[in-house]
């Protein structure tokens, strides 16, 4: 198993930066890959970004390039989504979520609310 804990989120005004943290701990040996997803109230939920589990590839959603950055801190297996030039649209719930070699369905966090006031 894996264990995903996500913080980091609160309110912003348009134009802020933010920085969300995913935790990963348990089996994080047979992790591939970790993504951030997020879900806006009405609508369903969709990619945001991944990063390898090496840190060595990275791939984002066109409406977040060059705004977002994913990365990570191999010594506390933390994957990090540096959310910079924000805007109301990027107002959800965000989800971290890992890829395990060898397991089909990825694991997922708990989600942490982003809020982006215009």
């Known amino acids: 198993q894996v264990q995903l804990v996500e913080s980091g989120g609160g309110l912003v005004q348009a134009g802020g930066s933010l920085r969300l943290s995913c935790a990963a701990s348990?089996?994080?040996?047979?992790?591939?890959?970790v993504a951030w997803f997020r879900q806006a109230p009405g609508k369903e939920r969709e990619f945001v970004a991944h990063?390898?589990?090496?840190?060595?590839?990275?791939h984002y959603a066109d409406s977040v390039k060059g705004r977002f950055t994913i990365f990570r801190d191999t010594a506390e297996n933390t994957v990090y989504l540096q959310m910079d030039t924000q805007k109301p649209e990027d107002t959800a719930v965000y989800y971290c979520?890992?890829?395990?070699?060898?397991?089909?369905?990825?694991?997922w966090g708990q989600g942490t609310q982003v809020t982006v006031s215009s």
């Open positions: 348990g089996r994080t040996f047979s992790v591939v890959r």
């Open positions: 979520n890992a890829r395990d070699r060898y397991r089909n369905l990825p694991y």
């Open positions: 990063i390898s589990w090496s840190g060595d590839s990275t």
